[in-house]
């Protein structure tokens, strides 16, 4: 018989059947979880356990992954349960420095962090999967075959690393410091003027640049851009694509609004998860894609599924004690309420 774990994720529950053991982290004062500590739960896990991390008002600080694990947390902007908290982590770190016991194959969900690096050596940790976190800062590439799908980012430093999916995300200031011709950069929304630098050989299709930064154009060469979608708040203003030095069809200069709502061309990373950014049915974007659906983020392979990073595993809305007063011997009852996740 599989083992059932029922676990509170900050404000949300999940339900769940494992083969793999599964740790449960929660740092609020009335802990239902196992640990009260990232790291500490990590430090005890086997390679290809999963640790969740429930929401809650304070970060867990730091955590060095060492092994193969996968990293779930309740969302980074929670909202229709009972009390939304965001699971919080300071940074996360991908040791480089043992080669029997490196972090490859990891896997983050559904978490608020600032930075994601390598630290304590130079081997490459390969096959990382980011989906649904909010990621402030940046991530610092230390490996190949990487997946970022559904995040909100603040830059990817690739340092030249291969074998690089990055789809359907939301960037405030871009990438950085590629030359592989494996990078595909698709799907996705470039607030801000956010763009390329030192990015040589990319693919780069079906994004939404808004206000795109001119200024970085001659870092970048031998790129292919297809079917991008740069909007601008002044027409004058519209620059030539691809640029001088790279290749592409089919980009296009429009003006606002694109979207089923208005939004500042200058709205920041943390608040464009406020926006729908669903595009117009009279929006150039709409259906423009190489693929035959959607420029930007509800479009491609992996369109967003929503803006919070909660993730696919049930989630508990609310949990309601029906009689306060139980006598001996007596039942307690307990209304609880989920909803599937997409």
């Not at 955590?63 to 908290?85: E, K, P, Y």
């Not at 410091?177 to 780069?204: E, H, M, Q, W």
């Not at 970048?220 to 740069?230: A, L, S």
């Amino acid at each position: 018989m599989k083992k059932i774990l029922l676990s509170i994720l900050g404000a949300t529950g999940i339900v769940l059947s494992a083969n793999a053991t599964v740790r449960t982290v929660n740092n609020g004062t009335i802990s239902a979880g196992q640990y009260t500590t990232v790291q500490a739960a990590v430090d005890v896990s086997s390679a290809g356990d999963t640790v969740y991390i429930h929401g809650s008002v304070t970060s867990y600080g730091d955590v060095t992954l060492i092994r193969r694990i996968v990293l779930i947390g309740a969302g980074h902007d929670l909202t229709g349960t009972q009390n939304n908290l965001p699971t919080i982590l300071n940074n996360i770190y991908l040791s480089r420095g043992n080669s029997t016991t490196l972090p490859t194959g990891s896997i983050i969900k559904g978490i608020y962090v600032p930075s994601i690096s390598g630290t304590g050596g130079s081997l490459p940790v390969n096959n990382i999967t980011f989906e649904r976190n909010m990621i402030s800062s940046y991530i610092g590439v230390c490996g190949d075959n990487w997946i970022f799908k559904n995040n909100f980012i603040g830059y990817i430093n690739i340092t030249n690393f291969s074998n690089m999916i990055i789809s359907n995300n939301v960037f405030s200031t871009g990438l950085y410091t590629s030359n592989k011709p494996s990078v595909v950069f698709s799907n996705n929304l470039c607030l801000n003027g956010s763009y390329l630098y030192d990015v040589d050989y990319a693919n780069i299709t079906n994004n939404i640049f808004l206000e795109p930064n001119y200024a970085y154009i001659n870092t970048n060469q031998q790129n292919t851009f297809n079917k991008n979608i740069f909007i601008y708040a002044d027409p004058l203003n519209f620059d030539v694509f691809p640029p001088v030095g790279n290749t592409g069809v089919g980009n296009l200069n429009t003006i606002a609004n694109q979207f089923v709502s208005t939004i500042p061309l200058n709205v920041s990373l943390e608040l464009s998860r406020n926006y729908n950014w669903q595009l117009l049915a009279s929006s150039l974007g709409k259906g423009y894609g190489t693929d035959g659906t959607d420029c930007g983020i509800y479009g491609g392979s992996y369109p967003m599924p929503n803006m919070t990073g909660a993730t696919t595993i049930p989630q508990m809305q609310s949990m309601d004690i029906q009689n306060s007063v139980v006598p001996v011997n007596g039942t307690l009852n307990v209304e609880i309420k989920a909803r599937n996740q997409k």
